[in-house]
């Protein structure tokens, strides 16, 4: 017998079991680990990152663990352009839940060409400047992992624009002043809850 045909005719008995044991209640057998199910185009997988919504300037970025995405762990993020509109950092803000004092953290990375030793600034409108150091680069660019109190987080709530300062390694008399907009964060970091260990 040709092996089409006994190919077909097997799936043709499993269709009409699974059929008859539907209109008898019968229980169904498992699908076989080697069918593919399917997925809905667009749906996040599991361990997969994903913009849960856009407030203002700032994306919360969750990555999917389960079925229920209101138990997805979230951060904040928002890509800083300079003036031409080109990219030239990011910043990763997230909640945490040490008990010690910075309420949340932040991973900022800037390019390459940066002078480390001159550190990142940070500026909330008119208010004085908090100054951090840089922890490595890598091959994306210099990171800056910062720690974030109460009073930093209110002053972003009540803030209308905050600015980085860096300076270029071609240019150590100049200073590179990127934009943070913070319309929408106030509504954006209420909805992200403390990473987990």
Avoid at 48 to 68: F, H, I, L
Wanted: net charge negative.
């Amino acid at each position: 017998m040709p092996k089409m045909f006994v190919a077909v005719t097997i799936a043709c008995s499993l269709f009409a079991g699974a059929h008859l044991a539907a209109q008898t209640g019968a229980p169904t057998a498992p699908n076989p680990p080697e069918l593919a199910m399917g997925t809905t185009e667009g749906e996040p997988q599991m361990g997969q990152p994903y913009t849960a919504e856009k407030v203002g300037s700032w994306e919360r970025r969750c990555m999917r663990t389960n079925q229920d995405q209101a138990q997805d762990p979230c951060q904040l993020y928002q890509l800083l352009e300079d003036d031409l509109g080109n990219a030239v950092s990011e910043i990763t803000l997230f909640k945490l839940d040490t008990g010690g004092q910075a309420v949340a953290g932040a991973t900022i990375i800037v390019p390459l060409e940066t002078l480390l030793t001159e550190q990142l600034k940070l500026r909330v409108d008119e208010g004085p400047a908090r100054i951090y150091p840089f922890s490595f680069c890598t091959s994306v660019g210099c990171i800056a992992r910062i720690g974030l109190t109460n009073d930093d987080i209110d002053s972003l709530k009540r803030g209308s624009a905050a600015r980085l300062s860096l300076v270029p390694v071609a240019a150590p008399d100049q200073l590179v002043i990127l934009k943070m907009p913070l319309d929408g964060f106030s509504v954006s970091y209420s909805k992200i809850s403390p990473l987990e260990d």
